[in-house]
Structures are given as structure tokens and as C-alpha cells.
């Protein structure tokens, strides 16, 4: 595998929307057991003041939908995921709904997500109340989530009411989305559902699947990959020498016939460039030599499925390390 030298510098405070996020709320007195027995994170176990990514996976574990939940009181659980795939992640939940003490509904039109950088502080996965003029302390009616760091810089999401905003100097969206590719997390949207599996984009790394708790779709699936030792396929940080769209394929010059795998998160940044996690085949990403959607250079391009750009990736190191297979 090939490693760059640095990283690119992040700014180290500011805040900016974020509508491409939108917040599914769970409420009732079985809103944790519910989402418990639906995705691949233990909501029964999480406490209040802690929060998680989990998986929404079909009956073959591959994710329908990525997500930051916490619990705001012991009766509700906060779903903050993509607006591509919100409503019908709803959806589908909702057919399962039957007897269960719980309400679910899109919260998206009374509470916006914001994304924030800070100097290094809360840990991550830590959840916080945050006072919002007008309303009573404890109404609770905002709040801080802590999310992994990236590039040293600390990352957090703030769900608040709609037009109540953090009194924050404002961050570019093109600087919270390059921070989102450096931590080392993508997420499922449209253009890559059910396409990966958690562990191909190293949700068992991150806490991101709870491998103690019970049944949920796929977890047979998703527990058999672990289990056995068989990850062919994983989550890297890359640059391109060209802009990227998730849901590209990646070829290896090793075998250009064959996709080695697919683009699952980018970030377009005018100083910084072009920026993506990939899910690769781990022998192609340790041969190197990898191009996003096109021929390798020296081979018939008839021999590749795309041939649109033929951008070349470089590889960075992981901000976490990758757990070994049980």
C-alpha cells in the first residue's frame, strides 16, 4: 500500500448546516428495543450522554442505510443519517413497527444538523444537552454529538431547532466534507445502497456493529464475515488526481478486466483537492496502482467496465486502526 506524507489542514473552529443530514426520531417506551432489534447497534446498552453509528442492513447484510444515534431521554432515541435515504429508511422501519411502544417520524422539518470543528476536546461518541435561547434548560431541546477527529481537529453534529444556529464563526460545507472523508467514516447514501456489508466500510472498527447483541436483518451475514475471517474487502482513505462521485468503480493495474472495488464517500475541496474513502479489495490496495472509474494506463481500455475518467488514486493511512478478524 502506498502512504502520502501529510494531510491537509482543517480549520480549527466553525460550524456550518448541514442539509444533506436529517434526524429520524424514535419515540415510546420501546423506541431502544425496537431500533435494538432493527440495526446493528445495541440502543438497549447505550446510555444517555453516549452515541454511536449504526447500520440499517437488508436480509443479506448489506446496508440500506448508515446513521448517528443517542438517546436524548430514556424514551427516545435520535437517528441523524442522510436525506437521500431518510424516508424510506423510515419507511421500511415502520413496517416493523406492529405492536411496539414506539412512534417513529422524520424530525428533519423542526431540527437542522450542523457541523462543527473544534480544538481537540469532548472525547468521541459523547453527547451533550445544549442550551438554546428561549428554551428551558431542561427541555434539552439541542444537542452536541462528538463524532471522531480528523487531520487533529475535533468534529462534532449539533442537532438544533430549525433556525437557531451555534454561535460559531461559519465553516465552508466543502470543509466539513473533507473532514468527513479524513475521519475515516463513510457513510450509505443513494448512490451506494446496499452495496457494502459494515465491515467493508470498517463499521466493526469504529463501534459501529455490536457483535453481543441479538438477531437484526443480517445479522448472520454480518456476524459470519467476522467471525470466519473472511474480510476480503475494506475501507481506505484515498486522493484523486480528479474529481470523484460515490458509487465509482476502482480498478487495479494487477487485474484492469474487473472492478477492485467502489468509491464510498468523497469530498471536492478547491485547496485541498479531491478526497475519498474507497471499498477495495485488500490485495488490490496492497499492489497499488489503483484509477477511479477508467482504463489503467498501458492496458486496452475496451478491457475495463469505465473508462469516463481514469482519475489515479494515492492512498493515506487510516485515522484508527483496523480491528483483526475474531
Not at 438497549?44 to 449504526?54: D, F, N, P, S, T
Amino acid at each position: 500500500m502506498t502512504h502520502a506524507n501529510a494531510l491537509p489542514h482543517l480549520p480549527q473552529t466553525g460550524a456550518c448546516a448541514l442539509p444533506h443530514l436529517g434526524v429520524i426520531r424514535a419515540v415510546g417506551a420501546d423506541a431502544a428495543s425496537f431500533l435494538h432489534n432493527q440495526l446493528t447497534q445495541d440502543f438497549v446498552l447505550i446510555k444517555e450522554g453516549q452515541a454511536r453509528w449504526a447500520a440499517f442492513c437488508n436480509a443479506k447484510g448489506r446496508m440500506q442505510a448508515s446513521m448517528v444515534g443517542f438517546k436524548p431521554s430514556p424514551e427516545e432515541v435520535w437517528l441523524v443519517m442522510r436525506q437521500d435515504l431518510l424516508a424510506q429508511t423510515l419507511k421500511r422501519l415502520s413496517m416493523f413497527v406492529l405492536r411496539a411502544k414506539v412512534k417513529l417520524s422524520d424530525a428533519s422539518a423542526e431540527l437542522a444538523v450542523w457541523g462543527v470543528l473544534a480544538p481537540p476536546g469532548v472525547p468521541p461518541w459523547t453527547c451533550q444537552p445544549i442550551g438554546v435561547e428561549g428554551v428551558a434548560p431542561a427541555g434539552h431541546a439541542a444537542w452536541s454529538v462528538s463524532l471522531y477527529p480528523a487531520a487533529g481537529v475535533s468534529r462534532s453534529l449539533q442537532v438544533r431547532p430549525v433556525g437557531d444556529a451555534p454561535a460559531l464563526p461559519p465553516l465552508a460545507l466543502a470543509d466539513w466534507q473533507l473532514s468527513e472523508v479524513l475521519s475515516g467514516i463513510a457513510d450509505v447514501q443513494a448512490a451506494t445502497f446496499e452495496a457494502f456489508v459494515p465491515q467493508m466500510l470498517n463499521y466493526e472498527s469504529v463501534d459501529g456493529v455490536n457483535f453481543k447483541k441479538g438477531c437484526y436483518p443480517g445479522q448472520e451475514v454480518v456476524a459470519r464475515s467476522q467471525f470466519r475471517g473472511t474480510l476480503k474487502r475494506r475501507a481506505y482513505l484515498a486522493r484523486s488526481s480528479a474529481a470523484m462521485q460515490a458509487g465509482q468503480e476502482v480498478f487495479s493495474a494487477t487485474d484492469p478486466s474487473q472492478p477492485a472495488g467502489l468509491v464510498a464517500h468523497t469530498a471536492h475541496h478547491a485547496v485541498h483537492g479531491d478526497w475519498a474513502l474507497l471499498c477495495l479489495q485488500t490485495s488490490a490496495a496492497e499492489s497499488g496502482d489503483l484509477h477511479v472509474g477508467g482504463a489503467v494506463p498501458g492496458h486496452d481500455p475496451s478491457e475495463t467496465a469505465d473508462t469516463s475518467t481514469g482519475a489515479s488514486l494515492q492512498l493515506f493511512p487510516l485515522p484508527y486502526p483496523l480491528k483483526e478478524d475474531i
